[in-house]
């Protein structure tokens, strides 16, 4: 089969696997609001468009809340990439978004050095956490995925430890450390939204990750490895390092994402608990195919539905963890390589027969 | 009405797999009751196909099968074992942590109440095990036993089934000589019971011992069944191995220079204790291509992984103008200028999900001339990547095509392209055109002899004689790990020749085969 | 220091605590060891809990019996692994990835669903009534003895079964047709298809009682051991039973020790965390720590065992 013709496929196969999950999101809708039609309504339509005009408001806030799943996205692509199944990202968001709100507080510095060496300090914790399974697995044979699931508790009792015991501020009610620095702080692009300047920066690090992936030497070696170890070993690449760096730039892209999602859309840290980008972050790569450039378009798509979903919650009383189980539909559906696979095989078929009668045609063209 | 005579008849059995090999072609197998029949025929001769859809593994894309004189559809090997057929396959069906009486009941369990009865499973073991004197423990663990007792086992299961017909595929290939002697009297008391046995082989040696009639293949088509009494080793080894089709290659005489691969005193035992490297020196030298025929199983994987780090061995040295290259990662291997042909090129040879051009680099990725600082030089890698699609002739559409969607004889031109462009002073071939199409296989051996001719050492494993015949300026043939000759120059070979030192039946001298050394 | 936390330790309710505390990460993590022995990482065990343990409530308020709640928990929880089954088996969708989408389900799913049924928003608290809990059991004869009764005794009715279930998984393991197919099937599955044992049908089977043993977990969670459901109910404890089959070698007793180990962990830090210099989030996180820590020193035995291995063969 063609590669065109294959892409037109899995883009196919991918567009019914999203109808079937808002089918599903349809019946849970009627099953549960008393009014089906304005719960729809403010699912698919509320979101970007309100009382008869566009709502751009609502729309720049869609778009700022696709700034921390971007980042997870893209670390899970990295990671899915090299075949490691590391699910750590959350720990390392919640890490990263803490280290880089102390730094915001405690470690004053002039205006713009300030903000940059918070994101930078909250990206290498994030990197540094990773490199427990990442080790563990390259040594050990440890599984990444169970020891990263595990990390993510231990990282968030240990942040909880010193947000209440180090760093809380007594004098507020609910546990949160002291202001952060306003030279630590992201502005925002436009006020009045969640739209922060860390969007164009998780833009950026798409666009970087992509040329990452396939435009340097590492992250070819990253995704060479991920598709046959034994041909990388083979062909002279360095397994064992290149599995460790590709979870380490996971969890600096997650770290990265906590800090700016923390310094952009709070004054003071006040997370009790992981903050769930990591598992979005799967979502979004799961949608994107692994592919850092699709990572904003699935990210967006994700927050459309996340902003729809919280509408419906607010005007319509469906509760917005309904998000939830569209996710999981689509993720499932996604990922089921069987899934229209006769169709597939009807297509190969045909294109091998087609192929197969254009190098006849070119054998008997040709000089053989 | 068919023929009493036979317990299995399958007529005119075609079979052309989804890919378009076709591994047998209107083949006649026919076996008597009571006989002991060998089946035999080269690596990829289609023996293996053959007995696969005899046991319901595969379906015949033609033909008929016939079991007990009764048209049968072999559709599963459920339906098989049904009809009295057993398999003991080359490599074991077992379950290493149960015992071997849980083994052998599996999917028959015996029950009291709800739970199996251990009890009656042992005894049911005991009892066939004495029955045909195929001694086991019942109640060790498969992972403790030795290899001749785990193939007892596989043979048992097939009798507790109720099997007639009993297929063996290579049995003896793991055996020790001791252990092999003791499975053919099994086999014999066996036939003595009225069972039927089919036996996959292609060691002439057993063959005689043991089997009434045999039957050949070659090339996926019968060589017709012979009396083993009345047929000479000689005869048997000229209708297996022989050469169809043969492809000649023009190539001027070899001037071979100094040394480049050394490989001394080389030893490996295997997981099974098995020796595969006994002792193994020989040289290949600048401007040659060094042949290495062989059965397959007899040394030849395990020598190419040692010359790779793909394997440590046991004892001796390998080294490429003058340096180690035991241990020593792939990379500097590399760097040394060795470049590998590997036999399984789906796991060694490509990524399939990637490129055509990604896989082209994946051993010349950090090279200076692929990168301008931080990244990639896209130009020079499509330039390069296309030239070499372009004069290793891949067909394709474009650098960017998948590389696991091409034809078996274009993902080993692209292999070919990565291996043969790396300016190598030393090339392995292993196998090189095992399952390719003919353009593909004449296009690559020319290429062999080109760069050899241009200076760079050749070292050609391969089980096809045509091959190696062909293109091999001297040529070694391995038996049971070692060298079993050394012919300096090819042109005076003969097939039978070569299957007389292929099959064991002759061995050169120790002197003769120092030869292979160049001091 | 010392000496106040051997004191606190020593304790017949200590003893008590780790059993009560061990009883969800036990059915959890006896059913990772039964799919596991199929060959399937089930690592969806977290949100099978997490919706079992909100059916079986949800059961138990309709009927008013906590005995349905707990059926219908072991039902739910059956069905739910079953859709993991049909995706990862049929569809292969990457075993890890369906578990995952079950979690999240699991996570913010059963908000929605218990919202869909009740109108409640996070959690069931105000729906308990003492007819939906699993009853309390005193033994006789062994409550009666001191600091073992006091131990052993009193516990809900899950907490036995669960013990017992570890044996009753030996034996359906060991003794039974069944498991013998499900340990061929996850060790050589070319060697169960060769005499006509279906795989998928063993796999499946093996996910479907994975889900009922978890589901048992979970309804121990909401009609036990919190009372009732709320959206942290299951806090990673299906995880944590996925590290106790690895660190238990994948055995039923093996994982029952790992799982007594995480319980004896946890109910250390509870104790902890009420004495001066302790602080509570630390040492909430021994148990996941130690996790980490038991899989390291896994893996180490395991490389350890490998190279002796090799050693014996090379020497020989």
Request: proline share 3%; with cysteine; hydrophobic share 45%.
């Amino acid at each position: 089969m063609s590669d065109k013709r294959n892409i037109m496929f899995e883009i196919a196969r991918g567009l019914i696997a999203i109808t079937i999950a808002i089918a599903v999101a349809f019946l849970l809708i009627f099953a549960s609001s008393d009014d089906p039609a304005s719960a729809l309504q403010c699912l698919l339509i509320r979101p970007v468009w309100t009382s008869g005009a566009l709502n751009t408001k609502s729309i720049l806030t869609i778009l700022g809340r696709t700034t921390p799943m971007i980042f997870t996205g893209l670390a899970v692509c990295v990671m899915f990439s090299a075949n490691q199944f590391n699910l750590g990202g959350e720990g390392a968001v919640m890490a990263g978004g803490f280290v880089a709100a102390l730094v915001g507080i405690y470690v004053p510095m002039s205006a713009g050095l300030h903000v940059v060496a918070s994101v930078l300090i909250g990206t290498i914790t994030g990197g540094l956490i990773m490199i427990i399974p990442a080790v563990l697995k390259v040594k050990l044979k440890a599984s990444e995925m169970v020891s990263s699931l595990m990390l993510n508790y231990v990282v968030m009792y240990i942040v909880l430890h010193f947000l209440n015991m180090n760093f809380a501020d007594r004098s507020k009610g609910a546990t949160q450390t002291f202001p952060m620095e306003s030279t630590s702080l992201i502005g925002k692009m436009v006020t009045g939204t969640e739209l922060t300047w860390g969007f164009p920066v998780a833009i950026i690090a798409t666009i970087l990750v992509a040329i990452f992936m396939y435009r340097t030497r590492w992250g070819y070696t990253i995704r060479m490895i991920g598709i046959n170890e034994s041909f990388s070993k083979y062909s002279g690449m360095k397994v064992g390092a290149v599995l460790v760096i590709s979870q380490v730039i996971g969890g600096a892209l997650s770290g990265m994402g906590g800090a700016i999602e923390v310094l952009g859309r709070y004054e003071t840290f006040r997370w009790q608990g992981l903050p769930g980008y990591g598992w979005t972050g799967l979502t979004v790569a799961i949608l994107a195919k692994n592919n850092p450039i699709l990572v904003p378009f699935a990210a967006l798509f994700i927050a459309y539905l996340d902003r729809g979903c919280e509408l419906m919650s607010i005007y319509a009383g469906v509760p917005a963890e309904m998000i939830d189980i569209i996710q999981a539909v689509i993720f499932l559906f996604f990922a089921a390589e069987q899934f229209m696979a006769k169709t597939k095989h009807k297509m190969v078929v045909k294109g091998a027969k087609e192929e197969m009668k254009q190098i006849e045609l070119a054998k008997e063209g040709g000089d053989l | 009405m068919e023929n009493n005579e036979y317990v299995v008849q399958m007529k005119g059995i075609t079979k052309v797999y989804p890919n378009g090999v076709a591994a047998n072609q209107g083949v006649d197998f026919n076996v008597r009751k009571g006989e002991i029949h060998a089946l035999m025929g080269e690596n990829g001769a289609g023996k293996s196909t053959l007995m696969k859809m005899l046991f319901g593994l595969e379906q015949p894309t033609e033909g008929e099968i016939f079991v007990n004189g009764e048209k049968v559809h072999l559709s599963s090997p459920n339906v098989a074992i049904a009809k009295g057929i057993g398999m003991v396959h080359q490599h074991f069906m077992l379950v290493p942590s149960l015992t071997v009486a849980e083994n052998i009941v599996m999917g028959m369990e015996p029950k009291k109440g709800l739970f199996i009865n251990y009890k009656e499973a042992v005894r049911l073991t005991e009892e066939f095990s004495q029955k045909y004197n195929l001694h086991v423990d019942p109640q060790a663990k498969v992972r403790d036993i030795p290899v001749g007792m785990k193939q007892k086992v596989e043979i048992l299961k097939a009798l507790v089934r109720g099997a007639k017909i009993l297929i063996l595929d290579e049995p003896t290939a793991v055996l020790t000589t001791q252990e092999t002697e003791e499975l053919f009297k099994e086999l014999v008391h066996l036939k003595e019971q009225g069972y039927t046995l089919i036996f996959i082989s292609h060691k002439l040696n057993e063959i005689k011992q043991i089997t009434d009639r045999l039957t050949i293949v070659r090339a996926g088509k019968s060589m017709g069944v012979h009396e083993t009494a009345t047929t000479s080793k000689e005869e048997i080894s000229r209708l297996m191995v022989g050469r169809d089709v043969v492809l000649t290659v023009e190539k001027d005489k070899a001037q071979p220079t100094d040394v480049v691969l050394r490989v001394s005193e080389l030893e490996y035992t295997n997981d099974w204790k098995k020796k595969m490297l006994d002792k193994i020196s020989f040289d290949v030298r600048k401007g040659e291509i060094l042949g290495i025929a062989g059965v397959e199983g007899n040394g030849q994987k395990e020598l190419v992984e040692m010359l790779f780090n793909l394997n440590i061995p046991d004892d001796g040295e390998v080294t490429v103008n003058g340096k180690n290259v035991i241990g020593v990662p792939q990379k500097d291997i590399r760097g040394y200028g060795v470049s590998l042909i590997p036999e399984d090129r789906m796991v060694f040879g490509i990524a399939g999900t990637g490129t055509i051009e990604e896989n082209i680099m994946s051993d010349r990725c950090s090279d200076q001339k692929y990168n301008k600082g931080p990244l990639f030089n896209m130009k020079a890698m499509h330039e390069d990547s296309d030239k070499l699609i372009a004069e290793y002739k891949v067909l394709c559409k474009s650098r960017k095509q998948q590389v696991g969607m091409l034809s078996g004889g274009n993902i080993q031109k692209v292999v070919v392209a990565r291996e043969f462009s790396a300016e190598p002073c030393l090339i392995i071939a292993d196998q090189p055109t095992r399952g390719i199409d003919v353009g593909a296989t004449e296009f690559i051996r020319k290429k062999l002899v080109e760069l050899s001719r241009e200076g760079a050492a050749v070292l050609l494993v391969s089980a096809d004689l045509n091959e190696v015949m062909e293109l091999s300026d001297s040529l070694m043939i391995m038996y049971n790990g070692k060298i079993a000759a050394y012919f300096e120059d090819t042109s005076v070979l003969t097939d039978s020749m070569m299957g007389e030192y292929m099959l064991g039946l002759k061995q050169q001298s120790d002197e003769e085969v120092r030869r292979v050394i160049h001091e | 220091m010392f000496e106040t936390i051997m004191s606190m330790v020593l304790t017949s309710s200590f003893g008590f605590a780790i059993l009560r505390i061990t009883t969800p990460i036990l059915f959890a993590a006896l059913a990772a060891v039964v799919a596991e022995k199929a060959g399937v990482c089930n690592i969806g065990l977290e949100g099978i809990m997490m919706i079992s343990s909100l059916f079986g409530v949800l059961f138990a308020y309709w009927t008013n019996s906590w005995l349905v709640g707990v059926i219908a928990a072991v039902v739910v929880g059956t069905l739910v692994a079953m859709i993991i089954a049909i995706f990862a088996l049929k569809l292969k969708t990457d075993i890890i990835l369906a578990g995952i989408a079950i979690n999240l389900v699991g996570g913010g799913g059963t908000t929605f669903a218990l919202y869909m049924f009740t109108g409640l928003k996070g959690n069931t608290a105000g729906l308990t009534t003492p007819q939906m809990l699993t009853p309390r059991i005193n033994i006789p004869l062994i409550q009666d003895i001191p600091v073992i009764g006091e131990i052993f005794s009193g516990h809900s009715i899950l907490t036995y079964v669960a013990f017992i279930l570890v044996a009753v998984v030996w034996v359906m393991l060991y003794k039974t047709s069944l498991g013998l197919r499900i340990r061929a099937v996850g060790e050589n599955s070319h060697a169960a298809d060769s005499v006509g044992v279906s795989v998928l049908k063993t796999q499946y089977i093996a996910l479907a009682l994975s889900g009922a043993l978890s589901g048992l977990g979970g309804a121990y969670m909401s009609m036990y051991y919190s009372q009732s459901w709320n959206t942290g109910i299951v806090a990673g404890r299906g995880f944590i039973a996925l590290a106790a089959q690895a660190m238990g070698q994948g055995e039923p007793i093996g994982a029952m020790f790992a799982s007594l180990f995480f319980g004896f962990a946890t109910a250390l830090s509870t104790k902890l965390e009420g004495m001066q210099g302790f602080s509570s989030y630390l040492v909430a996180s021994i148990p996941y720590a130690v996790t980490i820590l038991g899989l390291v020193l896994y893996a180490i035995s395991t490389m350890k065992r490998v190279k002796k291995h090799r050693a014996k063969t090379e020497a020989k």
